[in-house]
């Protein structure tokens, strides 16, 4: 077992939205976006969280880099408590940790020349020559994949895998131990995903880098995760590395997520899959009990009553009370 | 080939911008047939919208034209050289739709019994109480819970996967010969896109439509469609029957797609990767579009146009390695 890098320990993140409207009735809503939740990043590894859109990824994913604070738990990294630190070991963290958006447009300054926007984490934590800054700018594109001669250009004139990569490149710029990525590779189209994922992988290699993968689609993540975590509204119902994950899931949530995945094969068209009934429910009221029980076909009584502990150990686990074989 | 209810020839949609012409579509052939589902496969900007939109007569005004030399034929008439009115009356009545976000086609102001029911009070003239009847029928028939209550529902008052399901609802409830669907599940989650695939295949199968189902996704192509038409750059690079297609795919382009994609189902260490981007159409040069990224292209390639080429029955691919 690799060491660990960081782990998060009863983790939660509510958010309060309720009216602020003062002649509404007085009821407090909260959504328990992240609703304790334990987890562990072992070094130079992939961690993948997948899950249905608003069951908590990017929210976990972005208290596990401090960009949002707990309501409650801790998280360590190399040891330390990434919620309490100060000075010069909160400084090292923040170039330790760093995040690739989906929209790699919408996350870089328009106006700002490539080699500026790779450049300004170097600036920002300290390196104010602009002819060694500008050359490691010239390195990392190179590393990333882009023609270092476009280091003039403004991200409009790139297309979308390009500005992915340079999005990677300012990811990579101050040495970081830990690269979230929020949905990397999502918004491209499938020949430059590709690419993407192959340079993911090759710069894992080459750097020791560990990854927290944030991904819908459980294709992507079978290629480039070891452990793979299923969450359902803000909680982890089931974890494993994805061989023995996909081949046989213990969750009914983790079955059906698997089956509904559309296979490129037509003589596979025939399979039995099964499909999921209704929506996933509120995240302010969630269900009681075990959350997934009013889309599980097998849930009973037993599943409203209580809820299903996390059962198994550091290599796979799920939270269910009749987990399938 | 006689069951073609929408036969598209050499479909031309070009726009002027200020940096030049974009032959947005440039001359594309193909087949919609009855009982069928025809996918349009392709990556962001191939065109796969734009040949809806021309089929519809709904390309953008003033900087898109159908070129004068295309032809989409529907029952004996040619759909491009048709008068906005005439158009309007087959849109939505004979030919009807199911887009992306469904919040562009519905209204937010009125509510779902009312946007079911206008059109069979319009086109086919029918009663209220009928109009209802068979409005809360189509509801039923696409699994909306609680279809009573519904009527009087407001689209914002809808999940997403509700919402594409009164969508297709609406485009149904016609009973239009063609429905067109331009990626009707992208924005939904799996285990809601695995629910309303389903359903599509179903009420299609009861009501033996042709729909023209437009993807960039080709595990979506291979589990529902039956045939199926790959776009490069504005053109169609492949046509196949989708067993045709995924078992010997033939031209480079989709052999390449098809190696690149991870897969749920195996483990690869490093993927397939296509080099280079989708070249920009603007003065895009002679020769075969995907050339600059093709590991088999030759000198030829990149000087002349490559050939139509049936390779088996019904597979035709446009490349020059087949000739
Ligand atoms: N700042 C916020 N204020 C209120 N609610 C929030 C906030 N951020 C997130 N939420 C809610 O928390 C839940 C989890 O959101 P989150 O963005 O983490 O989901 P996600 O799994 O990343 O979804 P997606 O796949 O759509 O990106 C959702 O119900 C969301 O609406
Ligand atoms: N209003 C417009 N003016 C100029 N060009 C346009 C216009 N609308 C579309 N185009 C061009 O037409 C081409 C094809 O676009 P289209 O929307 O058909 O692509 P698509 O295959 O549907 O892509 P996506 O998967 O992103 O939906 C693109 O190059 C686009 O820039
Ligand atoms: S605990 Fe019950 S409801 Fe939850 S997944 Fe298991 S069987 Fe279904
Ligand atoms: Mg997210
Ligand atoms: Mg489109």
Not at chain 1, 177 to 194: F, G, H, M, T
Not at chain 2, 90 to 108: A, C, D, K, V
Not at chain 2, 265 to 292: Q, W
Request: aromatic share 6%.
């Amino acid at each position: 077992m690799a060491e660990t890098l960081l782990s998060g320990k009863g983790l939660k993140k509510y958010y309060d939205v309720s009216a602020k409207n003062l002649f509404a009735k007085k009821k407090s809503d909260v959504v328990k976006a992240v609703d304790g939740i334990d987890i562990n990043i072992p070094k130079g590894k992939t961690i993948a969280l997948v899950g249905e859109s608003g069951c908590g990824k990017s929210t976990l994913g972005r208290l596990l880099i401090h960009l949002i604070e707990p309501t409650e738990g801790e998280a360590l990294f190399e040891g330390k408590d990434i919620y309490h630190l100060k000075g010069r070991d909160e400084k090292a963290f923040r170039k330790d940790a760093s995040i690739i958006f989906q929209d790699p447009y919408a996350s870089l300054n328009p106006r700002m020349k490539v080699k500026d926007l790779i450049g300004e984490p170097l600036l920002t934590h300290g390196m104010k020559d602009s002819k060694e800054r500008y050359a490691k700018v010239a390195e990392l594109m190179s590393i990333s994949g882009l023609k270092t001669e476009y280091a003039n250009r403004y991200p409009h004139q790139f297309s979308g895998g390009q500005r992915q990569r340079i999005g990677i490149a300012r990811a990579l710029a101050l040495n970081p131990k830990l690269i979230v990525c929020d949905e990397a590779v999502s918004a491209l189209d499938v020949s430059i995903q590709a690419q993407i994922l192959n340079l993911l992988k090759s710069l894992q290699r080459a750097y020791d880098l560990t990854y927290l993968f944030i991904s819908h689609d459980l294709s992507v993540v079978r290629y480039i995760s070891d452990v793979v975590y299923v969450m359902y509204l803000g909680k982890i119902v089931e974890y494993g590395d994805p061989k023995t994950l996909y081949a046989s899931p213990k969750h009914p949530y983790t079955r059906f997520l698997l089956d509904a995945v559309p296979i490129p094969d037509p003589s596979q068209k025939n399979r039995t899959k099964m499909i999921v009934e209704g929506d996933i429910p509120s995240a302010i009221n969630p269900p009681s009990g075990c959350r997934f029980r009013t889309r599980c076909p097998q849930a009973v009584e037993k599943c409203a009553a209580e809820e299903p502990k996390l059962v198994g150990d550091t290599v796979s686990a799920c939270a269910c009370h009749f987990p399938l074989v | 080939m006689s069951d073609a209810i929408l036969e598209i020839k050499n479909l031309k949609t070009y726009f002027k911008t200020r940096k030049g012409l974009n032959p947005a579509v440039d001359g594309i052939s193909f087949n919609i047939e009855a009982g069928k589902i025809t996918a349009l496969v392709g990556e962001s900007g191939s065109g796969k919208s734009m040949t809806a939109m021309s089929i519809l007569g709904l390309v953008p005004q003033p900087a898109g034209k159908i070129m004068p030399e295309s032809e989409i034929w529907f029952e004996d008439q040619d759909l491009t050289k048709l008068s906005e009115r005439t158009l309007a009356k087959i849109r939505g009545n004979e030919i009807s739709m199911i887009f992306q976000e469904p919040m562009t086609s519905l209204n937010p102001v009125y509510t779902i019994g009312k946007q079911l029911m206008e059109p069979l009070r319009i086109h086919q003239k029918m009663s209220k109480a009928d109009a209802r009847a068979l409005a809360l029928k189509y509801l039923e028939m696409v699994r909306v819970p609680d279809p009573e209550r519904r009527m009087s529902s407001y689209p914002h008052q809808l999940s997403g996967g509700l919402r594409q399901r009164v969508m297709i609802a609406m485009a149904m409830v016609c009973k239009p010969k063609v429905i067109i669907a331009d990626e009707p599940t992208t924005a939904l989650d799996v285990t809601i896109q695995a629910q309303i695939l389903k359903l599509l295949k179903d009420v299609q199968e009861q009501l033996n439509t042709a729909i023209l189902f437009i993807t960039h996704d080709l595990g979506v192509v291979a589990e529902l469609c039956d045939d199926v038409c790959v776009m490069y750059a504005g053109q169609i690079v492949e046509k196949a029957t989708v067993e045709m297609l995924f078992e010997n795919p033939s031209h480079p382009y989709t052999a390449g797609l098809l190696k690149s994609l991870p897969r749920v189902d195996d483990d690869v260490d490093m993927l397939y990767s296509i080099e280079g981007m989708v070249p920009n159409l603007i003065n895009i040069p002679e020769g075969c579009r995907f050339a600059s990224r093709c590991p088999k292209a030759m000198e030829k390639c990149r000087e002349k146009e490559p050939p139509k080429v049936m390779i088996e029955t019904g597979h035709e691919v446009h490349c020059w390695l087949y000739e």
